[in-house]
């Protein structure tokens, strides 16, 4: 099984895409498959040696709906996906590309809500220390009543 963070990366696909002489070339070089989230946080349940209910727990998420989520059977928002990877200590590259799998905008700097999580997952802070910088600084929270 290929570890989170082994994959070729994005950059280097799409040099040897555009280099090919057709996409049958490329597609014949490099395997591309689709992959699912469900699928990559079960990848990171083993990089992180962590449970689903360790993760359900420090994410401070509803366990019917989260294990719903691990099994693949509900799309999770945005801010469910951030809770998930701040419950797994995903760092800020596992926390994009769950992102992206969930189908969501990766964090940008240049938004200041995704800013301070994005400061929040660099220095390995807990979900909980997340939301309380987000209040302090008056952004919404990712556990919030919305």
């Keep these: 099984m290929v570890q989170a ?7 280097e696909l799409l040099e040897m895409l555009l280099e090919s002489a057709s996409p049958e070339a490329y597609l014949s070089e490099v395997r591309a498959e ?8 079960q990848e ?14 420090a994410s401070g998420m509803n366990a019917t709906y989260c294990y719903q989520v691990f099994q693949g ?15 797994m200590g995903c760092t800020l590259e596992e926390t994009q590309r769950m992102l ?5 905008n990766e964090l940008w700097c240049k938004v200041r809500r995704d ?13 909980v220390a997340c939301d309380d910088e ?5 952004e ?6 919305e």
């Design 115 to 127: 800013a301070i999580v994005i400061f929040c997952l660099e220095h390995r802070l807990s979900r």
């Design 73 to 87: 059977t509900r799309h999770p928002s945005r801010d469910n996906v951030l809770m998930i990877a701040f419950g």
């Design 140 to 145: 919404k929270t990712l556990l919030s009543e």
């Design 134 to 138: 987000l209040w302090r600084l008056g």
């Design 34 to 41: 689709e992959r699912c989230l469900s699928d990559y946080l």
């Design 5 to 11: 963070g082994d994959e070729r990366l994005t950059d």
């Design 44 to 57: 990171l349940l083993q990089v992180h040696e962590a449970t689903r209910s360790e993760v359900i727990r």
């Design 100 to 104: 992206r799998f969930a189908g969501h």
